[in-house]
């Protein structure tokens, strides 16, 4: 279940052998993803719920109150909580960026996905980090686990340079 407009959650979620469902959000109500319409789109073979908060492209920000609602619908019928948080540290006004994992007493089963390459301005790096209880954590860890075995060339040449190497015959010195 993703509340759509949403940028390319689709091949991720279809990957993982799933359907994507999206929930629109209108223009005229600021984008706001209504729990009510949420929850009207959930069915049996619902198991996720993900959010971008805040959301690419719209820049739309959940409440503190919307996103404990949207937390308590996904509670009440037991689906996991996907978040993608990459995009934190670019709200300017409005109510203010709340990451899901400050409401996780009215549901435990989040995940939270950022991204230091957006936050960080790492561009190409592809660096994140994953935040969420250890019982959801083996299956990230699996479906990365082989996928996720190199990074950029930028990366470790920043990293030899952050530890002093010239970036030529450092084995051998």
């Not at 719920?49 to 009440?76: D, H, M």
């Not at 209880?133 to 083996?138: G, Q, S, V």
Request: glycine share 6%.
């Amino acid at each position: 279940m993703v509340p759509a407009p949403s940028y390319f959650f689709d091949g991720m979620i279809r990957l993982a052998g799933a359907r994507p469902v999206y929930v629109p959000s209108d223009e005229s109500r600021g984008w706001d993803h209504v729990p009510t319409a949420v929850e009207a789109a959930i069915t049996p073979a619902t198991r996720a719920l993900l959010i971008c908060n805040p959301n690419n492209p719209t820049g739309y920000v959940p409440s503190r109150e919307r996103l404990r609602q949207l937390l308590i619908v996904a509670a009440r019928h037991g689906l996991i909580v996907f978040s993608d948080e990459s995009y934190e540290r670019y709200v300017w006004d409005g109510p203010g960026y709340v990451p899901q994992m400050l409401l996780r007493d009215h549901h435990p089963d989040l995940v939270t996905v950022t991204s230091l390459s957006k936050n960080y301005a790492f561009t190409s790096w592809r660096v994140g980090y994953v935040h969420a209880p250890a019982h959801l954590l083996e299956p990230v860890h699996h479906a990365f686990e082989w996928d996720a075995i190199t990074s950029s060339s930028t990366a470790p040449r920043s990293d030899s340079a952050g530890a002093g190497w010239s970036g030529c015959c450092w084995a051998t010195a």
